[in-house]
């Protein structure tokens, strides 16, 4: 299990932006495939885009990947995920998440996915 403290969540206006943060500590988080998920209300679990250890590909669902932006700074161990034009249908609790054994993300499927963080909120709304 690694530990992942997802930060940057809050209320941000209809056409804002924020810029989510995934960090771990005690791991080299460089070599771990980052995932970005979110859940609204009443909703299932949402891929929303992931990025590989090593090459440091990147994946996203087709609905997102025009306004949502992964990437990692191995120095900082935090991976990002820079949200644009936010929509109140945006409204969940957005998670990072992990798997030791995933190396080339190409599937946001939650079950491949082992280590989770405990979420950040983020609402969109006037």
């Known amino acids: 299990q690694v530990a992942l403290v997802e930060s940057g969540g809050g209320l941000v206006q209809p056409g804002g932006s924020l810029r989510l943060s995934c960090t771990a500590s005690?791991?080299?988080?460089?070599?771990?495939?980052i995932g970005w998920f979110r859940q609204a209300p009443g909703k299932e679990r949402e891929g929303l885009s992931c990025i590989s250890s090593g090459d440091g590909s990147t994946y996203y669902t087709d609905s997102l990947k025009d306004r949502f932006t992964i990437s990692r700074d191995n120095d900082k161990e935090t991976v990002y995920l820079q949200m644009n034009n936010l929509k109140p249908e945006d409204t969940a609790v957005y998670y990072c998440a992990t798997d030791p054994y995933y190396e080339f993300c190409n599937d946001l499927d939650p079950s491949i996915f082992t280590s989770w963080g405990q979420g950040t909120q983020v609402t969109v709304s006037s």
């Open positions: 005690g791991v080299r988080f460089n070599l771990y495939t």
